[in-house]
């Protein structure tokens, strides 16, 4: 494997476990769960402060909407493999962010 392909997995997977992380302190300290429809509030300081949390979470709401839609409504095998993709592809681009974060930081 090339230094390139082990630095996109470790962002992926990094990705994925910032986001689960996220969503869980966010339902620690709100005791509830995170969800798009935070967005559907109006203006207000609530939305903006939500908005952070959100694009932080994504990757991990997105497969936790997904596989509950999956089994609770029996979506089709193409809408699950496309929330998949796009997940996956949010949670490269959030872990690159921070691994240039890290670099930059001089930690990784």
Known sequence: MTPESVQMLFA???GFAVAGMCSS???VVTSRLPSFNQLS???GAATFAAIPVLV???P???MRNTILGRRQEGR???FVFLATLIAGFWSLMSGLVL???LQA???C
């Open 76 to 78: 089709r095998f193409e």
């Open 41 to 43: 509030a109006g203006p």
């Open 25 to 27: 302190g966010y339902r």
């Open 12 to 14: 992926l997977l990094l």
């Open 105 to 107: 930081c001089g930690l």
């Open 60 to 62: 991990f709401l997105i």
């Open 56 to 58: 932080v979470s994504a």
């Open 99 to 101: 691994v240039m974060t």
